[in-house]
């Protein structure tokens, strides 16, 4: 069956604009997950989404990042005015309810690269 | 301080080894345990789950847990060079639901 898909794969920009990622969970999996990779802070939590609600955008790093889910399946991450520092991979998971102890599973990510 | 300590590697054995991977942790409420293996520019899968203190096995690969000593173990063995990859250790507390901390990773490479 499909996994969790990410788009796109790969995205350079200047610096001050803005950006789009897009997750697309596994069917069915009502709760989604947004990550940040980068070299010097490893896996970072960004935001979780229960159906569409966030209910904890603690780990988002500032107020140029948001998230919306739709449908209670794809979400879209957003960074606006891009900094050279919001250079990273970005991962989406999913999985089948929240709770503790329910499995995530990660897409291949969308590598993001801020000139 | 990181809540949650890896060491990078690399890590590097002949084929046929055991690797030996593990993570400390200052978080005391951390209850769930897990090892992720990340192969280059692939999202990491999940290897093994752990509740609380204790040793589970499956295949090749063992992990550990000592909540005293807030301490956890993977040990792969009979390596292959097709574990050659990255291992992250990610734990969760309780009152924290599903959200993941993770280790910065270990990158394994076996050689042939």
């Known amino acids: 069956g499909a996994g969790v898909s990410q788009s796109p794969s790969n995205k350079v920009t200047e610096k001050g604009k803005d950006v789009e990622l897009r997750c697309d969970p596994i069917?069915?999996?009502?709760?989604l997950y947004w990550y940040r990779q980068s070299l010097g802070q490893g896996l970072e939590f960004l935001i979780y989404f229960q159906g569409n609600s966030a209910p904890d955008k603690s780990g988002l790093p500032s107020d140029r990042f948001s998230a919306e889910r739709t449908g209670g399946s794809v979400s879209t991450l957003t960074i606006q005015r891009t900094q050279q520092e919001d250079s990273a991979v970005y991962l989406c998971a999913s999985s089948l309810e929240w709770g503790v102890g329910k499995t995530q599973y990660f897409g291949p990510g969308t590598r993001l690269l801020v000139l | 301080q990181k809540e949650v300590e890896q060491d990078p590697g690399p890590l590097s054995v002949p084929e046929g080894a055991i690797v030996s991977l593990n993570c400390t942790y200052s978080?005391?409420?951390?209850?769930?345990f897990m090892w992720y293996r990340q192969y280059s520019r692939k999202g990491p899968e999940l290897l093994m789950y752990t509740y609380s203190s204790g040793n589970k096995e499956d295949g090749r690969f063992t992990a550990q847990v000592d909540k005293s000593s807030k301490y956890i173990s993977l040990f792969i063995r009979d390596s292959q060079p097709s574990d050659s990859a990255t291992y992250l250790c990610a734990m969760s507390a309780r009152a924290a639901g599903n959200k993941l901390t993770f280790g910065g990773g270990t990158r394994v490479l076996v050689k042939p």
């Open positions: 069917s069915g999996h009502t709760a």
């Open positions: 978080n005391s409420a951390f209850q769930y």
